[in-house]
């Protein structure tokens, strides 16, 4: 017999087989040795009480059934040299994702991507840890793997009706991923895995006759009877093109620009903006797991929201992680948070921002649809101008923040380019600084000592989403004017988080398959 049991057990006890065996034979009454084999199909961890216990899902084989059947990944491997072309602008998740369905459906996927391969994007990111230049295409942002390669790989999302995301974790599994990914209800890969696994993908798409090109930055697109005719490059030249998926992710600003000057509409959508925090890991431990230390614990998260009139909550949440400069212009400062696999750094940090929507653009309504993109670019400027040179960025203890007073000292901090004293209190723009010190006082009540001298403010977190969207149609997926662009993913704003990007090009790669 092969059945489904769920228990819980300690953490300790979760990791000894023998443990969980003797657990599901007390639980379902029969002797530990007629459980011949067992796999752990879901796992989720419960520390609301000093009680501490994982929630398993196990699927076991008992009596007669030795084992378990091995779990097979399937995909269509199609070779497709040949096959219709559909270009796909940008290597991020959504342009890869979209790319392997379009191969099992027979379709060539031909990638254009501004940035390098992560082999190459690996020196230019290292390069901005040693306060060297921002490379305007190639960086934490643009690349090949997009965003997340280089910035965490967490796989958690909400947004399970629009797809299958245990799809996109079988296909991440299928390259290399670690299979515990399927099993945990917060996956997570790792900054030093998850350029592999992007390699690996790479070269189905390759081996399948696919095509990726790199260092190829879609600068404008031309228009006919209602469909992109062609692309324009950088180059000056052009590619002729029949379907155009667009993929280019929310830090692609001059995609936008390119589509309005091409009469090709966008909208102003609402995004939020903030800052980094950052605690000692062993703080966030203790409060978390109210004291309870074991070594089989993971470093501890958090999830925080406080709602007024303007929603504030945690992002992009890196336990054992560190803060990293996120910048896509010279001139301009951005900081994000990322993990390796192990999540062994000594700090915590997170994202803390504000919802803004279109009244918060007041000030910068003269650039209509791009007022929330100037007010985007403005605090990135104000980051910049308030930090130091080479990267450095301005920080502030919380405790200061919320007394308006400038740090006379800072704490140690994982920002490598280094950090410098300024009052963010000050030069934040109002909606986002009032409310994060409303939102911090409560924080400070659900994780007490929150808001102390230990935890600091880096700025700013200001990507979270594009305030752009490109409007599209709800069920065939291609923009509402013009029938053969499919905007896509985090940059068109329809998704947030690699899995959910993930989803939704796979989603506008079938949607060109129905549309025929």
Not at 44 to 67: F, G, H, K, M, V
Not at 121 to 127: E, T, V
Not at 141 to 167: I, N, V
Not at 278 to 290: D, L, M, T
Request: net charge neutral; charged share 20%; proline share 5%.
């Amino acid at each position: 017999m092969i059945a489904t049991i769920q228990i819980r057990l300690s953490p300790k006890a979760s990791n000894h087989t023998q443990t969980i065996k003797n657990s599901i034979s007390n639980k379902i009454g029969i002797p530990v040795q007629s459980i011949n084999d067992i796999r752990i199909i879901r796992r989720s961890l419960d520390a609301r009480s000093r009680n501490i216990q994982y929630n398993l899902t196990i699927e076991y084989a008992c009596n007669s059934i030795q084992t378990l059947p091995k779990k097979e990944i399937l995909f269509n491997r199609q070779q497709v040299d040949s096959a219709e072309e559909v270009h796909i602008i940008g290597c991020g998740p959504a342009g890869l994702f979209a790319a392997l369905t379009l191969i099992e459906q027979g379709y060539k996927p031909i990638i254009l991507e501004r940035g390098k391969t992560v082999e190459k994007r690996k020196i230019d990111i290292a390069m901005l840890h040693q306060n060297k230049d921002v490379r305007e295409h190639s960086n934490y942002s643009f690349g090949e793997g997009g965003a997340g390669t280089f910035s965490d790989g967490k796989l958690y999302t909400r947004s399970k009706k629009k797809g299958d995301p245990q799809r996109i974790l079988d296909l991440l599994c299928l390259h290399g991923a670690n299979k515990q990914i399927s099993i945990d209800a917060h996956p997570h890969i790792g900054t030093d895995k998850l350029p592999d696994i992007i390699k690996n993908i790479r070269q189905t798409i390759l081996d399948c006759g696919g095509e990726i090109h790199f260092s190829t930055h879609v600068s404008g697109f031309k228009t006919e009877n209602n469909r992109i005719s062609e692309l324009i490059l950088d180059s000056n030249t052009t590619i002729a093109v029949k379907q155009v998926i667009l993929a280019s992710g929310h830090s692609a600003r001059d995609v936008y620009y390119a589509l309005h000057e091409s009469g090709i509409r966008i909208e102003s959508k609402p995004t939020a903006m903030g800052v980094r925090v950052e605690h000692p890991q062993e703080f966030i431990n203790n409060n978390q797991y109210h004291g309870v230390s074991s070594p089989y614990l993971p470093p501890a998260e958090y999830s925080l929201a406080h709602t007024s009139d303007k929603g504030v909550y945690s992002f992009c949440m890196c336990p054992g992680g560190i803060i990293v400069p996120a910048s896509t212009h010279p001139q301009q400062l951005v900081v994000n948070g990322m993990s390796n696999s192990l999540r062994n750094s000594k700090f915590a940090n997170s994202g803390i921002v504000v919802s803004l929507d279109e009244k918060d653009y007041e000030p910068f309504k003269e650039h209509g649809v791009f007022a929330g993109l100037k007010f985007q670019e403005h605090l990135e400027s104000l980051a910049f101008q308030n930090g130091g040179i080479n990267l450095q960025a301005p920080a502030q203890r919380i405790s200061d923040f919320m007394s308006k007073k400038i740090s006379q000292n800072l704490p140690e901090c994982s920002y490598t380019p280094g950090i410098i004293s300024s009052p963010l209190h000050f030069w934040l723009p109002e909606p986002i600084a009032e409310k994060l010190q409303e939102a911090f006082k409560v924080f400070n009540k659900r994780i007490r000592g929150f808001a102390s001298n230990d935890g600091i403010l880096v700025g700013v977190e200001s990507r979270t989403s594009s305030p752009i969207r490109i409007p599209r149609e709800p069920t065939r997926l291609h923009h509402e004017d013009i029938i053969n662009l499919y905007p896509c993913g985090e940059g068109a704003g329809y998704a947030g988080g690699i899995v959910s990007s993930a989803t939704d090009g796979i989603n506008c790669a079938l949607a060109i398959t129905q549309n025929k």
